[in-house]
């Protein structure tokens, strides 16, 4: 099989509501969706989201390393062998973890296709039966996130997680809010999104913390910081997440060197897409660090990818995939049994793109060939 064409779309999905962290707010969602086209006639879809915080990549500069870099080096490749895309990729670029996702999730879509099988089947097979959805809580005013959060509990939720990350009194407060006004039979899960910076200042935030029932704390400290992540980690009862610090393989292991989480947020945007993170989950497995499958806010395409990846490990204990449930428009409809996940059990990545739609969401395109 060889590849034919790469078609780009940089799309813009709407949100519902505009999506608040630390360090942005978020009005639509920008993303490159990717077509790749064969010499079978057998097409696959692809998905790069790009976090300029996190992996230092734009919308238009994953849109232009895909155009002028990645797909010149990739027209005339066989799909189905995954470990020398990456490689070609790897020598075309340095870093560039979300264009490269956007290949690699195209590729497993088309070998999916091509032999017939969800793409769960291609790296391990089904191991979880069911995962729960996890909803995440913007931030606002501590009375608002305890509103909304008592909202979703009635919506059937049983796990929160709560972005805070602007000063450690409001978000103590915000913690102590939410936790007050759904009571203790939910699980709660604070993201930091760095917002703490330092280990100090982390450590005076999580004393006040460590009564009321946290699951983990994600990314206190700035996302180069692992050695205060280990500091924290050493010195709070509350189990520590790495997110942001983490991209690929060269900070899992700084990580398990110096035990500075007991979790790790695993995105295909941050590792280059399914076949990184699948390496990744089998290290942090060898460390028995538990894993997380997260999204950059993805589309059905780039979130059913994640569900193959978190359904297939044993090591990864939960998920947070929820892009498609955010967007008042999108090109797929990836099933969401709320508060469940459903996994697509169709060929390749399962999800059916409707072209309609993604020409509509399209501010530029490009094909290669
Ligand atoms: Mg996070």
């Known amino acids: 099989m060889q590849i034919t064409a790469i078609h780009l779309y940089a799309v813009q999905f709407p949100l519902k509501e505009p999506f608040v962290i630390s360090y942005h707010a978020y009005h639509t969602m920008p993303a490159v969706i990717l077509k790749m086209e064969t010499d079978e006639g057998i097409t696959g879809y692809g998905e790069g989201v ?55 999730i195209a590729c497993f879509d088309l070998t999916g296709k091509k032999w017939g099988m969800p793409v769960y089947q291609l790296i391990g097979g089904r191991y979880h039966e069911k995962f729960p959805l996890a909803y995440t809580l913007s931030i606002d005013s501590p009375d608002a996130m305890a509103e909304q959060a008592l909202k979703m509990k009635k919506q059937g939720y049983r796990f929160l997680k709560i972005k805070v990350g602007t000063s450690i009194e409001e978000d103590v407060e915000r913690i102590k809010a939410v936790r007050s006004r759904v009571g203790n039979d939910i699980a709660i899960r604070v993201d930091v999104n760095q917002g703490w910076k330092t280990s100090t200042i982390a450590l ?34 509350i189990p520590v997440m790495i997110d942001e610090g983490l991209k690929g393989t060269r900070e899992m292991r700084e990580t398990i060197q110096k035990r500075a989480a007991d979790k790790v947020n695993i995105k295909l945007m941050k590792c280059g897409g399914i076949y990184p993170a699948v390496k990744l989950a089998h290290q942090a497995e060898l460390a028995g660090i538990e894993c997380q499958i997260g999204s950059m806010v993805e589309s059905s395409v780039g979130s059913a990818a994640g569900f193959h990846v978190a359904f297939s490990k044993k090591v990864i204990t939960s998920v947070e995939l929820t892009g498609p449930l955010k967007f008042s428009k999108d090109i797929g409809h990836l099933a969401y049994d709320v508060p469940f996940i459903s996994l697509p059990e169709k060929p390749g990545l399962g999800v059916e793109v409707n072209e309609e739609t993604l020409e509509e969401l399209t501010a530029f395109q490009e094909t290669i060939r």
């Not at 230092?56 to 870099?69: A, D």
């Not at 999580?206 to 400290?221: A, F, G, R, S, T």
């Open 204 to 237: 005076k935030a999580l004393k006040q913390l460590e009564e009321w029932q946290i699951d983990w704390v994600e990314q206190p400290v700035a996302a180069d910081d692992i050695d205060g992540l280990a500091e924290i980690r050493a010195k709070t009862v």
């Open 50 to 104: 790009p976090d300029e915080h996190v992996t230092g990549e734009t919308w238009e500069s994953v849109f232009y390393t895909l155009k002028n870099t990645l797909g010149p080096a990739l027209i005339g490749q066989n799909p189905l062998e995954i470990e020398k895309i990456h490689d070609r990729m790897n020598q075309a670029i340095y870093a560039a973890p979300t264009s490269k996702a956007a290949v690699d």
